[in-house]
């Protein structure tokens, strides 16, 4: 059974560019949320899809949007990138939107370099 | 925004037991989770708290106190491949399952 998969493991990026993270959940799994953690901080949360939308938003400019595909895979965008975007990009994947008692399960992460 | 507290750094000695404390405002609280993070790595899912009291799990057992706003993760038999960041991550009852607010998070090193 596979977990929570993410693509790329790694990327450098220029000041100014746009950037696409992917993230495949755990298998049953509708729910994904992305996070970001900086290096020794506590992972941030950015936002979370569930049935292909947005359900819930972070304290994160515009310039971060995502997207989730009918098989529950998603997205995460970043324009306009800035040297403070740098950081480990991680998704969680979890089981309904409210109601279920169940952990959000984490993916390895994506880490981002913007230079 | 709620602060979530923990401390940053701790270190104890391989066999030892380590207790890490985490502190939140007690409104809106729904549930609070403990992961483990090594470097470079994902957060691993340790445990889960709602109601008040102790869960065990083996090595690990996490506490909370709702009234206190308090929750704290102890960690026994202290082995060298327990060293790694633990974060404590709280649930609001206005979020979903998946939106968590984490702590900084606390690096334990186990030394020989």
């Known amino acids: 059974d596979a977990g929570v998969t993410q693509s790329p493991t790694h990327l450098i990026k220029t000041r100014g560019q746009q950037v696409t993270l992917r993230c495949s959940p755990k298998?049953?799994?509708?729910?994904v949320s992305w996070y970001q953690q900086a290096l020794g901080q506590g992972p941030q949360f950015i936002f979370q899809y569930y049935e292909e939308e947005e359900r819930q938003r972070g304290n994160f400019p515009d310039r971060f949007s995502g997207h989730q595909f009918p098989n529950y895979s998603s997205e995460l965008n970043v324009n306009a990138l800035l040297l403070g975007d740098s950081a480990l990009y991680l998704c969680?994947?979890?089981?309904?939107?409210?109601?279920?008692?169940?952990?959000?399960?984490f993916g390895q992460g994506t880490r981002l370099t913007v230079v | 925004g709620q602060n979530i507290d923990q401390p940053t750094e701790m270190t104890a000695t391989e066999g030892a037991i380590v207790q890490i404390n985490c502190t939140y405002q007690t409104s809106g609280f729904n549930g609070l989770f403990w992961y483990q993070q090594h470097a470079g790595e994902a957060p691993t899912f340790l445990s889960y708290n709602v109601l008040d009291g102790l869960e065990e799990k083996g090595r690990f057992s996490s506490f909370l106190s709702r009234s206190k706003g308090y929750s704290y993760l102890l960690l026994k038999e202290l082995q060298m491949k327990d060293s790694a960041s633990y974060l404590c991550?709280?649930?609001?009852?206005?979020?979903?399952?998946?939106?968590?607010?984490f702590g900084a998070g606390t690096q334990v090193v186990v030394t020989p």
């Open positions: 969680a994947s979890s089981w309904g939107l409210k109601g279920q008692n169940t952990e959000a399960f």
């Open positions: 298998s049953g799994h509708d729910t």
């Open positions: 991550a709280v649930r609001w009852t206005t979020d979903s399952w998946g939106k968590l607010q």
